[in-house]
């Protein structure tokens, strides 16, 4: 039988000689697995790929370490099944952690359209009923009111995601698994909004001094910027797209549809300052610019609904 003593002797060599390194391919692997989460459009907006790999790998390995010696440590400290040196008590239920934020996981009503067949599993409740609606983990308790419609495809402590239930989106979504219209909003520093290489990168401490970077970009057609309100928030809100005249390098990023015109991308972005720090952005997006005044004509009401729980 295993003591007491045997199991910390082993945990302690376990920490004094424990793997420092993990392989690549396991942390390349995560990195791959987290990316391809319905989060994805967040990543590619709100940081840059660069980033997220460099920080992302230390706390992979970090991760995989704590899991390995967790695990070690529930399955040594299992009582002993036979018996020996007394009669072993029932296993108790184990209790699981309460989670620091709600649970991002969708409830098991969360119903999609059906051409929404991704393979991820989305955090958000799906269809959204017309009326007002709570989420569940960004700005947990905050409101909003939607039309018939509208699906929430991502609901998590940092990102927020809604699209409308269009043919546009159901034939994109059928040719590359992408959409062309939504909104997105997730809680960020200094974002870069992914244009492309240097291009829509934000700079300051203010929603107004993020959004005056953005007038000041030479490779940008801005609209003038407006102050609002919205939900007990403050900032300030720019409509940008790339310069048709700009002469500058831009590939399609690689989280656009295939075969999109980077030129043709047409964004609203709301800068909103949070008192607990960071700033708030909401993205009303659309691919491809005709689209744009319609998708604004509706998903404006819904944006200027929204009502924060800032409750920490």
Request: aromatic share 8%; net charge negative.
């Amino acid at each position: 039988m295993t003591s007491e003593r045997d199991i910390e002797r082993l945990l302690d060599r376990w920490f004094t000689e424990r793997p420092t390194d993990v392989a690549d391919r396991v942390l390349d692997e995560v990195a791959d697995r987290i990316g391809r989460q319905p989060q994805q459009r967040a990543w590619r907006v709100l940081r840059r790929d660069s980033h997220v790999n460099s920080y992302l790998k230390p706390l992979l390995a970090v991760a995989t370490v704590i899991v390995i010696a967790v695990a070690g440590i529930v399955y040594l400290g299992q009582p002993s099944d036979s018996g020996v040196g007394g009669v072993a008590s029932p296993p108790e239920s184990p209790s699981p952690l309460a989670p620091a934020s709600p649970s991002a996981a969708p409830s098991a009503a969360a119903v999609f359209p059906p051409w929404y067949t991704t393979s991820e599993t989305p955090s958000g409740p799906g269809i959204l009923p017309a009326g007002t609606v709570t989420t569940q983990a960004f700005f947990p308790g905050s409101s909003f009111s939607v039309p018939e419609g509208w699906v929430s495809d991502t609901d998590t402590s940092e990102f927020y995601g809604l699209f409308p239930d269009t043919p546009v989106n159901e034939a994109e979504f059928a040719r590359s698994q992408g959409l062309v219209q939504s909104i997105f909003m997730g809680i960020v520093d200094t974002p870069g909004l992914g244009f492309c290489e240097g291009v829509g990168d934000t700079h300051g401490s203010t929603a107004a001094e993020l959004v005056a970077s953005l007038v000041a970009d030479e490779a940008l057609v801005t609209s003038e910027p407006v102050e609002v309100t919205i939900g007990g928030l403050t900032g300030t809100r720019v409509d940008a797209h790339l310069d048709p005249d700009w002469t500058g390098s831009c590939p399609p990023n690689p989280g656009d549809p295939p075969g999109t015109d980077p030129k043709d991308l047409r964004g609203r972005y709301v800068f909103l300052d949070v008192p607990s720090g960071g700033k708030l952005l909401i993205i009303i997006s659309s691919v491809h610019a005709a689209d744009f005044e319609a998708l604004l004509a509706e998903a404006m009401p819904i944006v200027e609904s929204f009502e924060f729980n800032l409750e920490p």
